[in-house]
């Protein structure tokens, strides 16, 4: 089991910036993905970036080169830089990570997401 509280979120005025932090709890040992959604009203959860191994982190074409992922060596954070904030960016923000256990099936926790309002 792994447990996530999302933080962080914010109104920013548009061209701001903002980090989000996703505090991790549990099973650290067996996390293999971290990663970050989003949810703007009336639309579909899309994915914003991830961080494979704590290594290999990559985020949507949407956001790239404003977006940066990243994670605490500890594992117990996770982390969500956005820059050049756009109003489109507007959305509940979701953290998530994958477990990988040997012999089970993968398993994705969720947590309960933070609100992103970006406005002037």
């Known amino acids: 089991q792994v447990q996530l509280v999302e933080s962080g979120g914010a109104l920013v005025q548009p061209g701001g910036s903002l980090t989000l932090s996703c505090g991790i709890s549990?099973?650290?040992?067996?996390?293999?993905?971290n990663q970050w959604y989003r949810q703007a009203a009336g639309k579909q959860r899309e994915f914003v970036g991830g961080i494979v191994a704590g290594t290999r982190a990559s985020v949507a074409d949407s956001v790239k080169d404003r977006f940066t992922v990243s994670r605490a060596n500890d594992k117990k954070t996770a982390y969500l830089q956005m820059n050049n904030l756009e109003p489109e960016d507007t959305a509940i923000y979701y953290c998530?990570?994958?477990?990988?256990?040997?012999?089970?099936?993968?398993?994705?926790?969720w947590g309960q997401g933070t609100q992103v309002t970006v406005s002037s």
């Open positions: 549990g099973d650290l040992d067996h996390i293999y993905i």
């Open positions: 998530a990570v994958l477990t990988r256990v040997p012999g089970q099936t993968d398993t994705m926790y």
